[in-house]
């Protein structure tokens, strides 16, 4: 079972709506998640946290944690073309130093 | 706010030229990370340090090492470069020993190998 697994995409969205991107990941202790963009060529940019069960929203994006189903996940509302990018879970190991472990990330593409 | 900055954007080097590639970062961050990154394969750590001259070997450490001599520089090392090194290098920082463990990452040298 890999570390952190999340669909390749592409997810295809139209402009305006819902973007829903899932991830699982296998360590039960984990404690820390986080969710970072990637546009094509460029460095991963941090845009979530979250370390406790529930949502947290900012903005226009919302990060979802289910530690019993071992399940993050992130909404972007109102999505734009601006958000077509790549998407990348992470999460940390527990009791493994301070290194965290990144899935391989969703393709997310916003039809105008 | 956080800078992660790497000394080239892109990078062609030889087979068998040793390559220096260089992350500073300006926020006090005691651990710092390399990555790479390949079409498929995610990224995958290289190498990572919690302090001067401290370093640990990640996931892919063959064919590299590192240096870090200051606290904000990290340096990556390909002592003899070959072509299956061609990829998107990857820097990044984090604070120690809290539960948060934010990674930010440099802009990525993109480096060939011909």
């Known amino acids: 079972q890999k570390e952190v697994e999340q669909n390749s995409g592409p997810l295809s969205v139209p402009e305006g709506a819902i973007a829903s991107l899932n991830c699982t990941y296998s360590?039960?202790?984990?404690?820390?998640f986080f969710w970072y963009r990637q546009y094509s060529g460029k460095s991963p940019e941090l845009i979530m946290s979250?370390?406790?069960?529930g949502d947290k929203e900012d903005g226009r994006f919302t990060a979802q944690l289910n530690k019993a189903s071992q399940y993050v996940s992130l909404l972007i509302r109102d999505s734009q073309p601006s958000d077509s990018a790549t998407y990348l879970c992470?999460?940390?190991?527990?009791?493994?130093?301070?290194?965290?472990?990144f899935g391989k990330g969703t393709r997310l593409h916003i039809l105008p | 706010d956080v800078k992660v900055t790497q000394s080239s954007r892109y990078l062609v080097k030889r087979t068998g030229e040793k390559v220096f590639l260089e992350c500073v970062q300006d926020?006090?961050?005691?651990?710092m990370f390399w990555y790479r990154q390949d079409p498929g394969l995610g990224l995958r750590l290289i190498y990572f340090?919690?302090?001067?001259?401290?370093?640990e070997k990640g996931d892919i450490p063959e064919g590299y090492s590192v240096s870090r001599e200051k606290k904000e520089r990290f340096s990556l090392i390909l002592e003899s470069a070959s072509t299956n090194q061609t990829s998107m290098y990857l820097c990044?920082?984090?604070?120690?020993?809290?539960?948060?463990?934010?990674?930010?990452f440099g802009p990525g040298t993109r480096l060939t190998v011909t």
């Open positions: 992470a999460v940390n190991k527990m009791n493994r130093d301070d290194k965290i472990i």
């Open positions: 360590d039960r202790g984990s404690q820390s």
């Open positions: 926020m006090d961050h005691e651990n």
């Open positions: 979250i370390y406790s069960n």
């Open positions: 340090s919690y302090d001067v001259k401290m370093k």
């Open positions: 990044a920082s984090s604070l120690r020993g809290t539960l948060f463990y934010e990674q930010y």
